[in-house]
């Protein structure tokens, strides 16, 4: 999850990128950047790293974009941002079984942190991604809540809507796996809340169906319901949440 989903100014390209980005249109969004700047070249690798955790596709080109990222970097900032899209990247690798890349995510999140201060604009995606890999790669929910509540604590301080839906999210998670069902409600609301105010469609049917693990019938079928509409719209993506919201086939084992 990357930028806060709003549109500085009106800017008409980044209104643009926004939509398509969205619309699980990473590949679009990114074609209208030119990466002649560090700051264009980084916003478009992190599109195309952000494909790859929606879709499991894209690697190679979410590879080349982030090179080109890296090799623009001047600054610590730049450099940073690059460090942490790397991380991200190698995390998601892993994450799907592309390719065990956990300790080049913990490495390059780590380089990001030595770049990034703290109180930084940029700390609090970082500190949202370390928490995701303290909970997903090193399952240690207690590290992942201590950085989700820093990056919470960051995206509010900064205005990052669409961060801080991720935040909600995962912090409502780790409190449903505590049993803690109605704190969980809470954050999975106001995460789908935020996802619909800001129009972001490809986040808003994981927002629905965790929200429906906290609800009692009818009402969980009709979340789960609405997220396979909105699945069916934007072609299966997230991929993974449509492998989970897809019966199996008559006939199909099961375990």
Do not use: K
């Amino acid at each position: 999850m990357s930028g806060n989903g709003t549109t500085a100014g009106d800017d008409p390209l980044q209104t643009a990128v926004w939509r398509l980005r969205s619309r699980a249109c990473w590949a679009d969004a990114a074609a209208l950047l030119t990466p002649d700047t560090a700051a264009a070249a980084l916003q478009r690798a992190s599109l195309l790293v952000e494909r790859c955790l929606y879709t499991e596709a894209g690697w190679a080109e979410a590879e080349d974009a982030l090179r080109t990222a890296e090799a623009l970097a001047d600054t610590d900032d730049e450099r940073g941002a690059a460090a942490c899209e790397r991380g991200y990247l190698a995390y998601a690798a892993t994450l799907f079984a592309v390719r065990d890349r956990a300790d080049e995510a913990r490495a390059a999140l780590g380089r990001a942190a030595a770049l990034i201060p703290p109180g930084a604009p940029a700390r609090a995606l970082l500190d949202f991604r370390r928490g995701l890999l303290a909970e997903n790669l090193s399952h240690s929910p207690q590290s992942a809540r201590a950085a989700y509540r820093r990056a919470h604590a960051g995206a509010t301080a900064h205005a990052d809507p669409l961060l801080l839906s991720g935040t909600w999210r995962h912090l409502a998670g780790l409190a449903l796996r505590e049993g803690e069902v109605a704190e969980a409600r809470h954050g999975f609301a106001e995460s789908l809340r935020i996802r619909e105010e800001l129009g972001y469609l490809v986040g808003t049917a994981p927002a629905l169906v965790s929200l429906a693990d906290t609800e009692t019938e009818p009402e969980a079928s009709r979340l789960r319901e609405e997220a396979r509409r909105l699945l069916r719209l934007l072609g299966g993506v997230p991929t993974w949440l449509s492998r989970r919201l897809t019966p199996p086939a008559p006939g199909a084992a099961t375990a």
